[in-house]
């Protein structure tokens, strides 16, 4: 019988999706099912976006430029430039979701066995690219005592090594909600100049900050890494348009988007109707993302609340984005997890959560922790909460 690659066996389940069976099983069940396991947004899509493909005239589907058309690229740099990252219309490649731009990124700048260093834990597909691209995560831990601030810069000076070719951060973090401030970037970006490698930035919640002493940090701010910098972003969480699959590669290193371009024009172009929905979504007046953010403070201040009325359950503040990691008076929250699916259910009600070992590459580490997302209603958020306490209390007692 043919074999399947080591690849394909060494590539890891979602942690996110993986319990999905079990979750339409409950549903099936008749229990109602509150999804914290997934950043998939309940804030409405903007009109813009919609009408754009409900009013289109389109006649023949055809297809689009590699590096997405020069209208909405021109706009993604007026959008960047009004956010302090002076960057033009060239410096932009429009990709099949920030999946598709991280991809890349790292087949433009990494060959086998190379190495990139990454602080965990990290958004759970990084191993899953990681893999694809043939390269080596190289993980520095952060701890949920500091809220997962950035690693003793130093240690990660330890870890370069001559394979090493970038460092990649996700600020502000998923799954940690943490955003790094401008000193912590001002060290990563010493480090990364002196050791002349890359800081490739996933800035996808740029938009999502709260209550932090200063905005949003940047890689492409005035920190000189003109030449080191590539950003990582996506219209997925900043329009709540996840189903698009429109993101983009910015760099101002000419090489990085020659080379990324040429990946780009390997699958061809970005899908044509998403890509028009994302130029739409640019014309989103502020008033939105003000709104947004008011309503996304209020679900993590609610659920930080909750959380920490809870015995036993120890949890990080996020400053960003929409996850917070939660430890667990459990010993295994994979099997957890799945026993919430299974087996309980409170006002016939249960919870899906992430397990948090899948956002680390270092074995045994997160095995006592969970990633929520507090996408809901702040209603449904306290319920959720009212449920996994009870749902602890039983667990514990078997």
């Not at 509150?34 to 409405?44: A, E, R, V």
Request: aromatic share 10%; glycine share 6%.
């Amino acid at each position: 019988m043919p074999t399947i690659s080591h690849k394909g066996k060494n590539m890891p389940e979602s942690p996110i999706r993986k319990l999905v069976p079990f979750a339409e099983d409950a549903k099936q069940r008749g229990v109602e099912v509150f999804h914290l396991n997934i950043g998939q947004p309940d804030i409405k899509t903007p009109e813009a976006a919609l009408n754009a493909i409900k009013n289109n005239t389109i006649s023949v589907l055809e297809y689009g430029r590699s590096e997405g058309s020069e209208s909405y690229r021109t706009k993604i740099a007026g959008y960047y430039n009004k956010n302090g990252i002076l960057i033009n219309a060239k410096d932009i490649i429009v990709t099949t979701g920030g999946s598709e731009a991280l991809l890349f990124a790292l087949g433009s700048i990494t060959d086998p066995g190379d190495e990139i260093i990454i602080s965990e834990p990290f958004y759970a597909n990084y191993i899953a690219f990681s893999i694809s691209a043939d390269i080596k995560i190289v993980p520095i831990v952060s701890n949920i005592e500091d809220n997962f601030a950035l690693p003793d810069i130093a240690d990660f000076e330890k870890l370069i090594t001559p394979k090493t070719k970038a460092i990649l951060i996700c600020n502000p973090g998923n799954p940690t909600g943490y955003s790094y401030s401008k000193e912590e970037m001002q060290k990563l970006a010493k480090l990364v100049i002196k050791y002349d490698i890359f800081l490739i930035a996933d800035e996808v919640y740029r938009e999502f900050i709260y209550d932090s002493e200063e905005p949003h940090q940047s890689v492409l701010h005035n920190f000189g890494l003109d030449n080191h910098a590539i950003i990582i972003d996506s219209v997925s969480k900043r329009y709540s348009m996840c189903g698009a699959r429109i993101g983009c590669l910015v760099s101002k290193n000419k090489e990085v988007i020659s080379t990324a371009l040429k990946f780009a024009q390997a699958r061809l172009s970005p899908p044509t109707f998403a890509h028009i929905a994302s130029e739409a979504a640019m014309e989103t007046p502020q008033s939105y993302f003000d709104e947004v953010i008011v309503e996304y403070k209020e679900r993590r201040d609610t659920l930080i609340r909750e959380l920490n009325k809870i015995e036993g359950v120890k949890v990080s503040t996020p400053k960003g984005a929409f996850y917070c990691v939660v430890e667990l008076p459990v010993d295994n929250t994979d099997k957890f997890a799945q026993w919430l699916l299974e087996n309980f259910s409170y006002n016939n009600q249960t919870v899906m959560l992430a397990p948090a070992a899948g956002f680390y590459s270092t074995p045994g580490i997160g095995t006592n922790q969970v990633r929520i997302a507090y996408v809901l209603k702040k209603e449904d958020l306290i319920k959720s909460v009212a449920v996994l306490k009870a749902a602890l209390t039983k667990y514990n007692s078997l």
